[in-house]
């Protein structure tokens, strides 16, 4: 297993839609080890086929469930069904994100509160999740990521001008930016 580097915003595979898996191989399989270590060493609570430079319909996500017991697993081809959002503006503290494409900084953003997401795991059997609250987030988060969506073009115009900002000082927004848990000082 390998840690990989992370693909900054503005680098073309974080903005164009990934394909379907057609078949999972060991290629696949290897993929999803080392998204599994770069998560973790980033340390990231999901992350997408795209955000490591594969063009595929993959995610990885973990969290730890209401009980503490860590919550972890792939998504091979996912199909993602949200209730629809409640109407208003987002809370600063209670629905921030972030992401590992968009390292150190955190947005307000509203997303669905209950989710369903079904695709495969790496047996080629099916999943089937539905789940609410973070996890619901997460879910949404990384399936953006495969329809090359980065959460930052979901923000209202104010907060989009200081991405804006912050990518232009940092020099990202260019293809090739990118960033490797453990070896560049980037707080994600």
Partial sequence: MAVLPIRIMGDPVLHAPAAPVEQITDDVRRLVADMFETMDAAPGVGLAAPQVGVGLRIYTYTYPDDDGTPWRGVIINPELWMVPLEPGAPDPDEEAEGCLSFPGERFPLRRSERVTVTGTDLDGEAVRIE???????????????????????????????????IARKRGWGRPGAAWTPGIDDIDA
């Fill in 131 to 165: 789940v609410d609250g973070w996890r619901a987030r997460i879910m949404q988060h990384e399936f953006d990521h495969l329809d090359g969506i980065l959460y930052l073009d979901r923000l209202d115009d104010g907060d989009w001008k200081t991405v804006q900002k």
